[in-house]
């Protein structure tokens, strides 16, 4: 078994709850890792078909934070959800974090975070 991760992609999304988060947007980070059985068999075989595509996990992700949710923790769950639909029985494991990077709290931070793991 192996893992595939995608660290530090940057996309624009429109979440969260207050009405100006979600008509002005904001940048969010979405790192992901996802422990992939046949990825022993795709180092021997150097075949895309015997693991996951890792280009189009990214597209699923583009996909799913072009949908406004008032919580990264719904935004998190749709992109679990869409990785399993997308590659069923293909993912042993894995976990996601959706951060946000400049949330509108009168604090000096560099971002706040939401990490699922199944």
């Not at 046949?38 to 996951?52: K, N, Y």
């Not at 959706?98 to 199944?118: D, E, G, M, N």
Request: hydrophobic fraction near 45%; charge should be negative.
């Amino acid at each position: 078994m192996g893992t595939i991760s995608i660290k530090g992609l940057r996309l624009l999304g429109r979440h969260g709850v207050a009405e100006q988060e979600r008509r002005v947007g904001n940048e969010f980070q979405i790192d992901i890792s996802i422990d992939v059985p046949l990825s022993d068999r795709a180092m021997e075989t150097d075949a895309l078909a015997d693991t996951i595509n890792y280009a189009r996990v990214v597209e699923l992700v583009r996909e799913e934070m072009s949908h406004p949710h008032a919580l990264i923790e719904a935004v998190a769950g749709r992109i679990r959800r869409r990785l399993d639909a997308e590659f069923p029985g293909l993912i042993a494991s894995g976990e996601i974090t959706v951060a946000k990077l400049a949330p509108p709290i009168p604090a000096q931070l560099s971002s706040v975070a939401f990490t699922t793991r199944w």
